[in-house]
């Protein structure tokens, strides 16, 4: 077969030698170096393959770290949430719940009476809000024996 392989070669040379083309080793160089080229192109393309797959293992590094600050800044703010609630202390005033409903019966039997009351009340104060939420706030608390000026009173005594 190896002797098959030189005739064959030899033919080869001696027809390119007859065109005017350089013998077959000749282009076994030019091969070579084809052959070069093209490992190298593989390399640059490897190469760049691989700085991608470095650049995206980055950015899901970068990802992953920021989710964990995240998450170390929530539990953080969470505990010294936690941390401020164990140091409040309410002070309350004893008080009889039974009495407080009774006291605001009012409210929960009739809610329409209060839109209506609502509904029809105007200001006499003029356009300053203020002063017109402080009436409302006053007739609804101390009805009419408190402001001579207004004869409504909404709550009972």
Not at 46 to 63: C, D, F, G, N, V
Not at 102 to 115: L, R
Not at 129 to 138: F, K, N, R
Request: overall charge negative; some cysteine; charged content about 45%.
């Amino acid at each position: 077969m190896a002797e098959n392989r030189q005739r064959f070669d030899q033919r080869m040379d001696d027809a390119r030698r007859q065109v005017g083309l350089p013998p077959s080793g000749f282009s076994a160089d030019l091969e070579s170096q084809n052959y070069q080229i093209g490992r190298e192109e593989r390399e640059r393309r490897e190469e760049a393959e691989h700085q991608k797959r470095l650049e995206k293992i980055r950015a899901e590094s970068r990802e992953k770290r920021e989710r964990i600050r995240r998450l170390n800044d929530e539990s953080e703010r969470e505990e010294n949430r936690r941390l401020r609630m164990e140091r409040e202390v309410q002070f309350r005033n004893a008080h009889d719940y039974l009495k407080d409903f009774k006291d605001e019966k009012q409210v929960y039997e009739d809610p329409g009476k209060i839109i209506e009351f609502l509904d029809n009340w105007n200001c006499s104060m003029g356009v300053n809000v203020e002063d017109c939420m402080t009436l409302l706030a006053e007739v609804l608390v101390y009805g009419e024996k408190k402001i001579p000026d207004y004869s409504h009173r909404f709550w009972k005594t």
